[in-house]
T-cell receptor
Framework: DAKTTQPTSMDCAEGRAANLPCNHS???????VYWYRQIHSQGPQYIIH???NNETNEMASLIITEDRKSSTLILPHATLRDTAVYYC???????????FGPGTRLSVLP | DVKVTQSSRYLVKRTGEKVFLECVQD?????MFWYRQDPGLGLRLIYF???????EKGDIPEGYSVSREKKERFSLILESASTNQTSMYLC?????????????FGPGTRLTVT
């Protein structure tokens, strides 16, 4: 299984872009990169996912390097409500389960 | 609005008790999951089910069992609760299909075993 590595914590000023990195150097060609977040006392929430190309939705952008060994989640204008733990997950292509690591605790500061 | 609900937000049980955690989803999803979450360990998969009466072990199934009698309901059972099962338990559901694998999570049940 591909493993992911993320920083333990990051700070970001309110209104600025938050760039959350993730390394997944052993990812296989048919494995997707997914991002979830978990706000305190809530269940995790899906943000975005991608395979090779960069992706954007109403919540965030996902930039995947050409070699697919790393990716970056971008929150373009972080707000205080974006304070959460962010999980980068590589989807195993057998079975139907994710592996959630410890994630990155993002603190958006006023 | 899609919904995954869990029977309790907080639960306190004694060692040796049989504990039932219930999860219900209203999205007609085939797949359902039970995770536990502990500080510093992230989420760990206990069991999952991809159809009624089907179940598969996740990464840490020891000490747990599950039941899926109806599509919308997935129960996690602690046959004899122990203190090391004190944790936050999260249920999730998803629809199958390649390319998109969005899991919807419930709010969680914080279980304390004393």
């Amino acid at each position: 299984d591909a493993k992911t590595t993320q920083p333990t914590s990051m700070d970001c000023a309110e209104g600025r872009a938050a760039n959350l990195p993730c390394n997944h150097s052993t990812i296989s060609g048919n494995e997707y990169v997914y991002w979830y977040r978990q706000i305190h006392s809530q269940g995790p929430q899906y943000i975005i996912h991608g395979l090779k190309n960069n992706e954007t939705n109403e919540m965030a952008s996902l930039i995947i390097t050409e070699d697919r060994k790393s990716s970056t989640l971008i929150l373009p204008h972080a707000t205080l409500r974006d304070t959460a733990v962010y999980y980068c997950i590589v989807y195993r292509n057998y079975g139907q389960n994710f592996v959630f690591g410890p994630g990155t605790r993002l603190s958006v500061l006023p | 609005d899609v919904k995954v609900t869990q029977s309790s937000r907080y639960l306190v049980k004694r060692t040796g008790e049989k504990v039932f955690l219930e999860c219900v989803q209203d999205m007609d999803h085939e797949n359902m999951f039970w995770y536990r979450q502990d500080p510093g360990l992230g989420l760990r998969l206990i069991y999952f089910s991809y159809d009624v009466k089907m179940k598969e072990k996740g990464d840490i199934p020891e000490g747990y069992s599950v039941s899926r009698e109806k599509k919308e309901r997935f129960s996690l059972i602690l046959e004899s609760a122990s203190t090391n099962q004190t944790s936050m338990y999260l249920c999730a559901s998803s629809a199958p299909g390649t390319g998109t694998y969005e899991q919807y999570f419930g709010p969680g049940t914080r279980l304390t075993v004393t």
